[in-house]
Structures are given as C-alpha cells and as structure tokens.
C-alpha cells in the first residue's frame, strides 16, 4: 500500500504531466498555425481562379446539354426526311407502273 506522501507525491505529478501535454499540444498547434498562415494567403488568391474555372464549367455543361438537344432533334429530322424520300420513292414507282399501265 502507498504511503500518503507518495499518494500526494503521485497527486503533484499528474496535473503536472497534464499541464505539460497542454502545454505540448498549445505550442504544436501555435507552430501550424505559424506555417499554414502564408498558405491561406496564397489560397485566397486562387479563389477567384476557382470561381471562374467554376462558371466556365457551369457554361459548358450548359452548351453541352443544349448541343445535346440539337443532336437528338437533328436525328430526329434524319429520321423524317429518311421515311419522306422512302415516301416520295414508293410514290414514284406507283406513277411509272400506272403510266405503264
């Protein structure tokens, strides 16, 4: 069993080591704060170049969806003016036949 001094002995030394931790991690954090202070300058100036790279983006994807559109209307057109001439071949041999006739 301890004794009574070590046991206040052991009670000195436990904040002691707490406060040196604190202390430990008060000064490590002060120190990234010191290195990552020049950073967030250099961040911040390329903030606007994101911005603008990001509206560029938002501009594009919207003429891509737009082409997109045209791209199907136009095969639809396609499509249309395949059956016409289909149509317009159909109704060209029925003349030839009935003048044939």
Wanted: glycine share 2%.
């Amino acid at each position: 069993m301890a004794s009574p001094g070590r046991r206040a002995c052991a009670a000195t030394r436990r904040p002691d080591k707490h406060q040196a931790k604190s202390e430990e991690i008060t000064e490590a954090l002060n120190s990234t704060a010191q290195l990552l202070e020049p950073l967030s300058f250099c961040v911040s100036n390329f903030l606007p170049k994101v911005q603008e790279v990001d509206d560029v983006a938002t501009k594009v994807a919207q003429v891509v969806a737009g082409e997109r559109a045209l791209v199907e209307e136009c095969g639809n057109l396609l499509y249309q003016a395949h059956n016409l001439q289909m149509r317009e071949y159909s109704l060209r041999i029925q003349r030839m036949q009935l003048k044939q006739q």
